[in-house]
């Protein structure tokens, strides 16, 4: 299973645009990159999912390299409500397996 | 279409006592997992469940600690003779696809031993 590494905490401002890079060297050919949100007291909520190039959907978007080695979600335009911990998250399609949480990362926008 | 239910949200047990935490998976969803967080920490993989199948267990403390996902009814996660440590958030989610995919979470059942 590819194990993911991304970093424990990030700050940022009202208004800007935030990247979080997660990192999965291990990835394998079938696995595909979904990110998680997750409030103080809640279940985490899927955000995007994505195997290679690009993806965007009204949330975020999703940047895969070719080597397919990490990848950076993208938050434009921050809001205070965005604050949360984000997971990336590395899972094979179509097959059996339990599906591994990183320890996520933690962002805190100020006003 | 409803969520992932899971209840009771909230659960205290004393050292010793037995506790059961449930977990209606989303219409239509026959993959459970079961998550563990404790305060400030990440999440952890439990147990992985289809219908009447342990799939992967291999979260799953040796001891004290089982789960069942029945032809009929919610998941059950069952903790036997709780201590403190097992004081924690337990996180239910359910998917449609095997080992893929979006998982649908629930609130959560926050466990506290006194």
């Known amino acids: 299973l590819a194990k993911t590494t991304q970093p424990i905490s990030m700050d940022s401002y009202e208004g800007q645009e935030v990247n979080i890079t997660c990192s999965h060297n291990?990835?394998?050919?079938?696995?595909?990159i979904t990110w998680y949100q997750q409030f103080p007291s809640q279940g985490p909520r899927f955000i995007i999912q994505?195997?290679?190039t690009k993806v965007t959907n009204e949330v975020a978007s999703l940047f895969i390299p070719a080597d397919r080695k990490s990848s950076t979600l993208s938050l434009p335009r921050v809001s205070l409500s965005d604050t949360a911990v984000y997971y990336c998250?590395?899972?094979?399609?179509?097959?059996?397996?339990?599906?591994?949480f990183g320890k996520g990362t933690k962002l805190s926008v100020k006003p | 279409n409803a969520g992932v239910m899971q209840n009771p949200r909230h659960l205290v047990r004393r050292r010793g006592q037995e506790a059961r935490l449930r977990c209606s998976p989303m219409?239509?969803?026959?993959?459970v997992y079961w998550y563990r967080q404790l305060p400030e920490e990440g999440l952890k993989f439990m147990v992985y469940?289809?219908?009447?199948?342990?799939?992967?267990e291999s979260g799953m403390p040796k001891e004290r600690f089982s789960a069942e996902f029945p032809k009929e009814g919610p998941s059950i996660l069952r903790i036997q003779q709780v201590v403190r440590g097992d004081s924690a958030a337990y996180f239910c989610?359910?998917?449609?696809?095997?080992?893929?995919?979006?998982?649908?979470f629930g609130e959560g059942s926050r466990l506290t031993v006194l």
């Open positions: 989610a359910s998917s449609p696809l095997e080992g893929g995919g979006e998982l649908f």
């Open positions: 994505g195997y290679k």
């Open positions: 998250l590395v899972a094979t399609g179509g097959s059996q397996g339990n599906l591994i």
């Open positions: 469940l289809q219908k009447e199948n342990i799939i992967d």
């Open positions: 291990n990835i394998a050919t079938n696995d595909y």
């Open positions: 219409k239509g969803h026959s993959h």
